[in-house]
C-alpha cells in the first residue's frame, strides 16, 4: 500500500458485509431472505430481457461508444438535450469520476455524514481532502437527513465539489424542492452540486423534487440516475448523469471507451419504453414499505422516514447481534456500523412473501 498514491493508501476494498454466493448455495436461492443490497424484487420489464436476448448475435462486437440510442431515449423521458447525457458502468463509475474530473491534492469535496458511501470513497482516491457536514439530528423531523445549512456552511474557498444524495442511502431521507432551491441559490456557481438521485423514481412524498427541473436555473449542478433500482436492472451496471453540456463534455474525456456494455444499452432503452412495469414495480414498493414499515414499528423498532426501497431501522442497542442471528437463519440484511450508525440495520423492502419472511424469521431473533 505504500506504493499507493496517497488518496488510495487509506481506502478499504467494497465489503458486501456477507459472501451471498456462499450464502445461495448453503440456503438455496429460493429460501434466502436477501434484503442487504436495496434491489428491486420484481425484476425488470419483460421488454428488457427480450432486448438482451436480441443482442446474443452481436456479442463479438464492441458496443456503440457513445451509447446514441440510449441516450436519445433519455433526452425524450427527461426533456433535456443528448448533450446533457452521460452514461456509465452504474452511477457508482460517474460519482467516482466526478471527483476524480473535478477535485485534487489541495482541494475540498463537501457531503453530508451518514450520506452515500461512495462519496468518501470518490474523494480520497482523487485525492482531495474531505469536509463533512452534520446531519440532522436524531430527533428532527427528518431524523438523520442532509442538513443543507450546515453542507453551505462546510463550503470554503477550496470547495470543488459539493455531494448530496435524494432520497439519501443509508438513510432512506429526503429533502424538498423548497430545501433544495435555497440551497442552490447560495452555492457558488463556480462549485458543481452532484445530486444523487439513484431512488428518485421511487419518491411519492409531496414536497419531493428532483434536481433536473433545476439544470437549467443552475448550470453547475449534476443529476446522477441509476437503472439499478426502480427499473430492476442492478445486475447490468447502468446509470447516467444529466448535466451542463460543457461539463459531461469534460466528464467524457476520462471516459473509459466502451464503458456499458451491448446488451444493457439495448435493455435500458426497452425498460425506459415500459412506463408501465416502472409504476407498477413503485407503486408495490410504495405499498410494501408502508406495510413493513408498521409492522417493525408494531415490534417496537425505530424506523426512519424513506422514500427509497429500504428503511433505516434503529434496534435501540447494538444491531450486530441481530444482523448475525439473522443472518445464521438466512435472512441477509445490511450491517450499519460502518456508517456509523452501529443500534441500526437497513432493510430492504422485498415483495410480500419476503418481508413476511423477514417478520417470522425477525419475530424469532427477538423473542
Ligand atoms: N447512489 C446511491 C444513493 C445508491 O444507493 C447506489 C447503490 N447502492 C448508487 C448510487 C450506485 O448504484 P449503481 O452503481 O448501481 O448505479
Redesign the pocket.
Known amino acids: 500500500a505504500a506504493r499507493a498514491n496517497p488518496g488510495i493508501r487509506g481506502l478499504k476494498a467494497y465489503d458486501p458485509g456477507h459472501d451471498l454466493v456462499a450464502f445461495r448455495r448453503r440456503f438455496g436461492e429460493g429460501t434466502l431472505v436477501e434484503l442487504g443490497?436495496?434491489e428491486n424484487p420484481y425484476g425488470p420489464s419483460a421488454d428488457a430481457r427480450a432486448a438482451i436476448l436480441d443482442q446474443l448475435h452481436a456479442l463479438h462486437r464492441y458496443p456503440d461508444p457513445l451509447g446514441g440510442d440510449l441516450k436519445r431515449a433519455l433526452a425524450a423521458v427527461h426533456g433535456v438535450a443528448v448533450e446533457r447525457l452521460m452514461l456509465?458502468n452504474?452511477?457508482?463509475?460517474l460519482?467516482m469520476q466526478l471527483a476524480q474530473v473535478f477535485a485534487g491534492p489541495g482541494q475540498e469535496v463537501v457531503f453530508p455524514r451518514h450520506g452515500?458511501a461512495?462519496f468518501a470513497l470518490a474523494t480520497q482516491a482523487a485525492g482531495a481532502t474531505m469536509r463533512v457536514a452534520a446531519p440532522l439530528p436524531r430527533d428532527a423531523a427528518m431524523p438523520l437527513g442532509h442538513d443543507l445549512e450546515a453542507v453551505l456552511a462546510a463550503i470554503t474557498p477550496a470547495t470543488r465539489l459539493v455531494y448530496l444524495?435524494n432520497p439519501?442511502?443509508p438513510t432512506g431521507t429526503w429533502f424538498g424542492r423548497q430545501a433544495l432551491a435555497g440551497f442552490l441559490a447560495r452555492v457558488p456557481g463556480e462549485v458543481i452540486v452532484v445530486v444523487?438521485e439513484?431512488?428518485a423514481e421511487m419518491a411519492d412524498a409531496p414536497d419531493y423534487a428532483s434536481a433536473l427541473d433545476m439544470l437549467d436555473a443552475h448550470p453547475n449542478v449534476v443529476v446522477?440516475r441509476?437503472?439499478?433500482?426502480a427499473y430492476g436492472l442492478?445486475g447490468l451496471?447502468?446509470?447516467y448523469l444529466v448535466a451542463a453540456p460543457g461539463l459531461v463534455a469534460v466528464m467524457e474525456r476520462l471516459r473509459e471507451s466502451f464503458n456499458v456494455n451491448g446488451p444493457a444499452l439495448a435493455a435500458c432503452e426497452a425498460a425506459l419504453g415500459d412506463t408501465a412495469h416502472l409504476r407498477w414495480a413503485c407503486e408495490r414498493n410504495a405499498e410494501q414499505r408502508a406495510s413493513l414499515a408498521a409492522a417493525l414499528q408494531a415490534r417496537g423498532l425505530e424506523v426512519f422516514p424513506s422514500q427509497t426501497n429500504f428503511l433505516l431501522v434503529g434496534f435501540g442497542r447494538d444491531a450486530a447481534q441481530f444482523e448475525a442471528a439473522l443472518a445464521g437463519r438466512g435472512v441477509v440484511l445490511r450491517p450499519m456500523g460502518g456508517y456509523g450508525l452501529p443500534d441500526c440495520l437497513r432493510i430492504s423492502v422485498g415483495n410480500a412473501d419476503e418481508n413476511r419472511r423477514l417478520l417470522a424469521v425477525l419475530d424469532e431473533v427477538l423473542a
Not at 90 to 93: A, P, Q, V
Not at 226 to 229: E, G, I, L, P, Q
Request: proline content about 0%; hydrophobic content about 30%; overall charge neutral.
Open positions: 443490497s436495496n456509465g452504474g452511477s457508482h463509475e460519482l452515500f461512495v444524495a439519501n442511502n444523487d439513484a431512488y446522477t441509476t437503472f439499478s433500482k442492478a451496471r447502468v446509470g
